[in-house]
């Protein structure tokens, strides 16, 4: 039984909403882990940081990854060696910073994330695929005024 079927008509429609979304997250979540283990023998983590890469194609400090990836540094060293080690990503001298340096994908690490890109994204949009268009347009704003309320609440 999920955390959702548990709770009884006297809970707050706001909590069984709140436990439906983690449900759904975690749900769709376990898939992608799975299909990115099966299929590209990689995991979410480093799917996610070669993703970051893509986006910055100058590459990032290992501080910055960490920050965007909201996990501690450690994590980010660990998978950084490991693609480093695969000849995914490659790590840059800053010229203005010494003790510093910038990760970026390599051109094998662009051409395997664009493939694992490719296939992610086929599984999101099946994930939705219960929705039409206009469900997902107005879910997409429904959750617009929610993540808006706890950006401006403190």
């Known amino acids: 039984m999920d955390l959702e079927a548990r709770l009884h008509s006297e809970h707050p429609e706001a909590l069984r909403l709140w436990l439906r979304l983690l449900t759904c997250t975690q749900l769709i979540e376990k898939r992608i882990r799975s299909g990115l283990r099966e299929r590209f023998g990689t995991t979410l983590p480093r799917f996610d940081l070669m993703a970051q890469l893509e986006r910055h194609p100058e590459g990032l400090k290992m501080k910055e990854l960490s920050a965007r990836l909201m996990v501690t540094g450690g994590n980010v060293t660990g998978i950084t060696d490991q693609l480093v080690a695969e000849g995914l990503v490659e790590r840059v001298e800053v010229e203005e910073d010494r003790r510093a340096f910038r990760v970026r994908l390599t051109p094998a690490g662009h051409a395997a994330f664009a493939d694992m890109a490719q296939v992610h994204e ?33």
């Open 122 to 154: 086929a599984w999101i949009v099946e994930a939705f695929s219960a929705l039409s268009d206009r469900d997902m347009t107005q879910l997409y704003r429904l959750l617009g005024k929610v993540k808006a309320q706890q950006t401006t609440t403190p």
